[in-house]
Nanobody, 115 residues
Framework: QVLLVESGGGLVQPGGSLRLSCSAS????????MDWYRQTPGKERELVAT???????NYADSVKGRFAISRDNIKNTLYLQMNSLKPEDTAVYYC?????????WGKGTLVTVSS
């Protein structure tokens, strides 16, 4: 059974930084494409950053230059470093694992950017 657990969310002031983690209980974690999504009430879930096998990393235009996705295939952990945070980055952040047509989601971690 695949289990994804996000952590690292919280309250931060505009301009601040946070690092999110997604701990994955997955066999062969390095073979999974991993994504970060976010969602605010009343809006669709938005793709924020991807770490795709054979493709590399990619980012939504709204976070390019501020966010960085990375992974530790030994620790089975995905990260999202978020810098220069803005109030519009406030959302619940989710990680997703994809392989062979199967996808798995964590339950999310809340990030609030406010003064």
């Amino acid at each position: 059974q695949v289990l994804l657990v996000e952590s690292g969310g919280g309250l931060v002031q505009p301009g601040g930084s946070l690092r999110l983690s997604c701990s994955a209980s997955i066999s062969f974690f390095s073979l999974y494409s991993m994504d970060w999504y976010r969602q605010t009430p009343g809006k669709e879930r938005e793709l924020v950053a991807t770490s795709r096998i054979g493709v590399g990393t990619n980012y939504a235009d709204s976070v390019k230059g501020r966010f960085a996705i990375s992974r530790d295939n030994i620790k089975n952990t995905l990260y999202l470093q978020m810098n220069s945070l803005k109030p519009e980055d406030t959302a619940v952040y989710y990680c997703r694992a994809v392989r062979s047509g199967m996808e798995y989601w964590g339950k999310g971690t809340l990030v609030t950017v406010s003064s």
